[in-house]
């Protein structure tokens, strides 16, 4: 079944807020608690606060920001939210990342019911039978899951609140967990159409028997075939809503284990909407919990940064040797600040390709050279883009893992 067909069969469930809901500014309840000046190749601003999300909800965020921005000028931003049995730490580091190395103003929420040193959101906490909790009197709007996606959602209408951000530029992320609540807010961003992009990290689809032992309906405990199985799975199938996703979507991912395989993998993001702006980054043999590792951090940054900028992707600053002949893949080095990453920034255009030849050959002629290395495919009339970050050592590593190909 093509994307577009997975698109038109799926529907929205009704149990989502009305967009009046989601939007209304004016019930947010801001409270502005601390503010402090972060020093580093771009001064920052990082606020904590706590804002309403539903209407017995309170969240605690941290609202990170350039410190100087023009007068006049308005900025990217994005809604970011950690893991099951975290906090807004766990994904500190990559938010603070892009405040600095594209100007964004990041939103990091703490999840319903997380405690995060002095501050805490209030709510429905993450345990097996509050995600599960979908046969009571309100149905699935009792579980964990549709707390953090409304978290989520009401974040993008703090982002678009503030003056210094550009409110058709707001995007949404999340890791483990909350990549399952921003895949899930994706889908129901097509009700509201507001969000700009979407970022989910170490995250998959397809929630279905077919993957024994990698699905939160085992992780769970529920019983296959039962009432509340189906009812769990037709509310929350990450499958469902990345099929209705209504923004371009990065999808990050680095393992084949017990929470992710590549098959999982490959089916969510086959039941993305066309367009040529849908991108995935697959390194595995990696540590579920990987996110504080830097060298993952640049594919986002990439990505984000040309969704954002109106550029054509061959127009990327960091990739300084461009495709002109449409039949090329253009290997080449970034170089970051600090020397603290070199990373090679690999672009290729996917819908024609149907093989690629002997990696080991490929990955044996970088080694032997220094400067740009290219491949010869046919991508005349392609427009899906796949980014495959590596990165530098002692001895030159191509790619972080195998690399995978999805082709539709």
Known sequence: ????????????????????????????????????????????????????SHVTVQIHAVYIKPAEIPKGTVIPGMVMVHGGGYNYMQVYPLGKYLAESLGFGILLIDSPGVNSRNYSSTGISESAASCTNVSSEDGPKASFYYHNVVALLRGVTLLQSFPEINPSLVGIGGFSGGGIASFIANGVESKYQRIAFAVNIAVAGDWSKEHPGKSPVEWYGLEWNTEKCHTFLNAFEPLMYASL??????????????????????????????????????????????????????????WCQFITSGEEPYSIPEINHMITDN?????????????????????YNLDRIRSFGDWNVLKKVVQEEQDIYSWTIDVSTATKYVFYPAVFSDELLLFTGEPLFLIR
């Open 1 to 52: 079944m093509s994307s577009k067909e997975n698109q038109e069969n799926a529907l929205l469930p009704d149990f989502w807020p009305e967009k009046g809901i989601i939007d209304d500014s004016s019930t947010l309840d801001i409270k502005w608690l601390s503010e402090e000046l972060l020093s580093g190749t771009q001064n920052l601003v990082q606020k904590h606060l706590y804002y309403r």
């Open 245 to 302: 996703a209504h923004a371009p979507t990065l999808m990050l991912n680095i393992t084949n284990d017990r929470f992710f395989n590549l098959e999982q993998i490959q089916k969510t993001f086959s039941h993305l909407p066309d367009t040529k702006f849908n991108a995935l980054s697959v390194h595995v043999g990696f540590d579920h919990w990987f996110l504080g590792e830097p060298k993952f951090w640049v594919p986002v940054k990439i």
């Open 327 to 347: 039949k090329s893949l253009i290997i080449t080095c970034v170089q970051f600040s600090d020397n603290r990453i070199d990373e090679i920034g690999i672009l």
